[in-house]
């Protein structure tokens, strides 16, 4: 039903100390950096040049691994890539002294030199970065090991370490998104679970398309995935092994629906929705045990939690108070507390790996928005508007939100966008055709 | 109707049912009250027959609607869910789901929880009827399953609905 999972791929991870690079670390409040908090308006220009080929085997990686590289980078909207058409100097051996001012005079702030080599069933892909304008490497050179069908993943690492040096934040690029894969006309709509990496790439289906399937959800660690399917006949929480493609059912009460799953921090306890007599109210479970613990018990609908990063609370939302809003309460329980008080529908809402924020869906006025909020409910910032936007997911670093949206009509599909959260660089993610769904897995060992 | 008739309707609902979408038969089914195509009951002599399936869903109304953002059952609701709960008390030998749903406008967790309450609610009114309790499953389909496929008030307002579809085997 699928190829492997790329989960569970270790990447060897060295330091270079190679001859002749005395170069001291620099620090990162050097001058190459990106205040992403105060809000970018030009993008950083940057150059990859293809990677040195160190032998035969490796030169189908060198352009590719550049390529990702420069994607990565640009799909951010901090950086823009000075092409390659416009490069003076070229790099043809990794370890040659850099020519700064062939890259100064194309105004290239960054640049990003690499190597890889391949042998058998290993490749190895080596990279430094350099601050033109101070005229010095900025930070040690890396090296990664791995197979070579790993290469994307390679080159991910490093464009996660250029975009952490230069910003102070942690990368987001190494990592998958599981998501609902649709296909078929909207009234018989068919949907599959799929992974893929962040940026579209290696798409893999987990189900086949014979029962609905809805709002798949990583675990911590990336390994397990919850998801609600339809496959007996009822809408039930399921748990899936990503690397066997497993699942078995959660949580299964005859005669009851559960639905809207989320892992705790912790990995094991799951807290969810399950309706018995048309009433919703979440629950937890121990997903080794079984054990389940009620945490709401309330005639309205309590639906879609979701824990703090540190495990203590659950944000979620209810129309307890007429209609959808979003509440806070303790992971052991105690009365919710409302943050969500402007005017409209909250709902879907989704705590930052930063702890800072809190992602939401907000219909109003008969739109839909991606928003975020402190987890206090001030400072609200609505991201995006649309026909029918929903379901926000965190990037690994709280930086970017991914999400559905929907256009309209009988020929209406849902594809996935992401977003700054400063509201800056609406991207669609490709997913090789419709989707929705998504969620974002951490950052990758 | 005939023995063999009967069975050919049952064999149809079975068919249906291992599609594993029970709406199927509800939204297109034997000729039925909308939507996408499905099963031409043409021949059954159906609608006519009282105690026919097809006269369950198009005669008597398989369906009852909503209001935006509702589950309360309109005095509309009411006298349809009758009809189908004096139907239910006749033919005995059959079991149905309810199935609940919503228009697109909302989000997807919400949708289910409130196709449930539509289900439920539709459950309830049958049971107050008279229904055996243990005849009725409910599912919510959320937004999931529209009939309709327009994005206008006219096409939501037949999405929001609950629907009873009907199976064999309430062995009472």
């Known amino acids: ?342 005017p409209g529908r909250y709902s879907t809402p989704v705590w930052s790996p930063r702890g800072d924020l809190i992602a939401f869906t907000k219909q109003h006025q008969g739109r839909f928005h991606i928003g975020v909020m402190r987890t206090d409910g001030s400072e609200e910032r609505l991201l995006t508007a649309s026909f029918l936007d929903e379901g926000p997911t965190w990037a690994p670093n709280g930086r970017v939100v991914m999400f559905s949206r929907e256009t309209a009509g009988a020929a209406g599909q849902s594809s996935l966008y992401s977003v700054d959260i400063s509201g800056r660089n609406l991207r669609p993610v490709a997913s090789q055709g419709a989707a929705s769904d998504p969620s974002w897995s951490p950052l990758l060992p | 109707m005939s023995y063999a008739m009967k069975a050919v309707l049952l064999v149809a609902v079975l068919g249906l049912a291992a599609c594993n979408n029970p709406d199927r038969f509800g939204a297109g089914g034997a000729g039925g009250a909308g939507g996408a195509g499905g099963i031409n009951s043409t021949g059954l002599g159906g609608a006519n027959d009282p105690q026919s399936v097809a006269y369950f869903q198009q005669t008597l109304g398989d369906r009852v609607f909503f209001a935006n953002d509702q589950s309360t059952l309109s005095d509309e609701a009411r006298q349809t869910l009758m009809g189908q709960a004096q139907w239910l008390q006749t033919n005995s030998n059959y079991a149905l789901i309810v199935e609940g749903h919503a228009d697109e406008q909302g989000t997807r967790q919400y949708n289910l929880a409130l196709g449930a309450r539509r289900a439920s609610a539709a459950q309830n009114f049958l049971v107050s009827q008279g229904v055996a309790g243990n005849r009725i499953r409910t599912v919510s389909y959320g937004k999931e399953r529209p009939v309709e496929v327009c994005s206008t008030e006219d096409c939501y307002s037949r999405n929001r609905r609950a629907v009873t579809v009907l199976s064999l085997g309430a062995g009472s």
């Open chain 1, 1 to 342: 039903m699928t190829q492997r999972s790329p989960f569970g791929l270790i990447l060897a991870l060295l330091m270079i100390f190679g001859a002749g690079f005395a170069a001291p670390t620099v620090a990162q409040t050097g001058p190459l950096r990106i205040e992403i908090t105060e809000g970018v308006i030009e993008p950083l220009p940057f150059a990859v040049p293809n990677f040195v080929a160190e032998n035969g085997a490796a030169g189908e990686f060198a352009a590719d691994i550049a390529r990702v590289i420069a994607s990565d980078l640009s799909g951010t909207g901090l950086f823009r890539e000075i092409p390659a058409s416009a490069h003076i100097s070229r790099v043809d051996s990794f370890d040659a002294p850099v020519a700064y001012a062939d890259w100064k005079a194309i105004n290239a702030q960054a640049l990003v030199t690499g190597a890889v080599s391949a042998s058998g069933d290993r490749i190895v892909v080596k990279f430094r970065l350099f601050d033109i304008f101070s005229g010095q490497q900025m930070g040690e050179g890396l090296q990664f090991v791995g197979t070579p069908q790993s290469w994307r993943r390679m080159a991910h690492k490093v464009a996660d370490a250029v975009y952490s040096r230069i910003t102070g934040e942690g990368g987001y690029f190494d990592s998958r998104v599981v998501f609902v894969s649709e296909s078929g006309p909207k009234n018989e709509r068919a949907k599959r679970l799929a992974v893929m990496d962040y940026d579209g790439a290696n798409v893999q289906f987990l189900t086949d398309s014979s029962s609905i399937v809805l709002a798949p959800r990583f675990s911590p660690t990336g390994d397990r995935i919850l998801y609600t399917s339809y496959q007996s006949g009822f809408p039930k929480i399921y748990l899936m092994d990503v690397a066997s493609v497993q699942a078995r059912a959660l949580g299964d009460q005859p005669g009851t629906m559960t639905f809207a799953p989320r892992f705790a921090p912790n990995g094991r306890t799951v807290v969810f929705s399950l309706e018995q007599g048309g009433n919703s109210d979440l629950y937890t479970i121990d997903t080794e045990s079984g054990a389940l613990g009620r945490m709401t018990n309330a005639p309205s609908i309590e639906t879609a939690p979701d824990y703090s990063p540190d495990g203590s609370s659950i944000v979620f939302e209810s129309d307890r108070s007429g209609t959808q809003q979003i509440y806070v309460m303790g992971a052991g329980g105690g009365e919710p507390r409302r943050i969500s008080n402007g």
